[in-house]
């Protein structure tokens, strides 16, 4: 993992570019637009957290850099390239951490290289994985012996043994308890800053992207626009009662128009 993080860090051209793009689905006949003319730059190393309403196109917006779907109009390029499809460089974790109840915590995470026929090579990195998110003494756990964090670190454990480039994450602590979810809020983070992969994270809480992003994306109702892009010069760990946080906070709970509401 240290290796991985100077290669990126010696790398700094690494970055995701969304040009101009928009998306729409078919709805009853109709055209459904989603996303509008979004342009966002991401640079390597970057936590980029994206806000916006219930259903203004986050997660689609997740989907598309992770080259599940084709956008509508304009174009994704990472590293250079276009997005044409999945890639282990860009890896997704979603709320649900879906692992195969038949299979071992081990085995779950060995999914990436066994699909890509190197799991012969790779199996101490899985180890070495397991021991990152803290679950090296449950390798041979299934999943229904696991708490809900612990099987949402086995999915985090399962996207960074492909050694990702950018980290996806469509709230990957939603389904957790308050107290739980503060724990891995703060491990994502120490994992981020040990290994030096981009993120993209979306959440529908305020003090969680304060927390963790250096910068936070708000989005417009759908479809979604930009509405502000804000940066977080913040050291870590940070506090809840920060000033300047708060003072964020506020400025957010504006642009999604609920100010008058606190």
């Known amino acids: 993992m240290v290796n991985a993080a100077a290669a990126r860090v010696a790398n700094v051209s690494r970055e995701l570019d969304i040009r101009g793009v928009s998306h729409s689905y078919e709805y009853r006949g109709a055209e ?10 991401i640079r390597q190393g970057e936590f980029v957290a994206l806000l916006g309403p219930s259903g203004c ?7 598309l850099v992770a080259g599940l779907e084709p956008p509508s109009a304009g174009e ?11 890639h282990p460089s860009r ?12 299979r071992k915590v081990a085995a779950n995470v060995a999914l990436g290289p066994e699909a890509r026929g190197v799991l012969k090579r790779e199996r101490a990195r899985i180890d070495e994985t397991l021991q990152l998110v803290g679950l090296a003494n449950f390798a ?12 949402q670190r086995v999915a985090l454990a399962r996207a960074l043994v492909n050694d990702p480039e950018l980290l996806i ?15 891995m809020q703060g491990e994502i983070v120490n994992l981020w800053r ?36 804000i940066r977080i010069d913040k050291p870590y760990p940070r506090h809840r009662g920060d000033a300047e946080l708060v003072a964020r906070r506020q400025e957010i709970l504006e642009l999604l128009g609920f100010a008058a509401a606190w």
Not at 32 to 41: A, G, Q, T
Not at 76 to 86: D, H, N, T
């Open 76 to 86: 994704l390029v990472f590293e250079g390239a276009p997005i044409s499809g999945p």
């Open 32 to 41: 459904l637009p989603v996303l509008e003319d979004i342009d966002l730059r």
């Open 140 to 151: 041979d756990a299934y999943p229904h012996q696991l708490s809900g964090g612990m099987a």
């Open 91 to 102: 890896v997704i974790v979603l709320q649900d951490p879906t692992l195969f109840p038949w």
């Open 169 to 183: 994450l469509d709230e990957p602590l939603g389904r957790l308890d308050s107290l739980t979810r503060l724990t």
């Open 57 to 63: 196109g986050k997660s689609t917006l997740l989907r």
């Open 194 to 229: 040990r290994a030096g992969f981009t993120v993209l994270l979306v959440t529908h809480d305020i003090e969680e992207a304060l927390l963790m992003a250096t910068r936070i994306v708000v989005l417009s109702e759908r479809p979604a626009s930009i509405k502000a892009d």
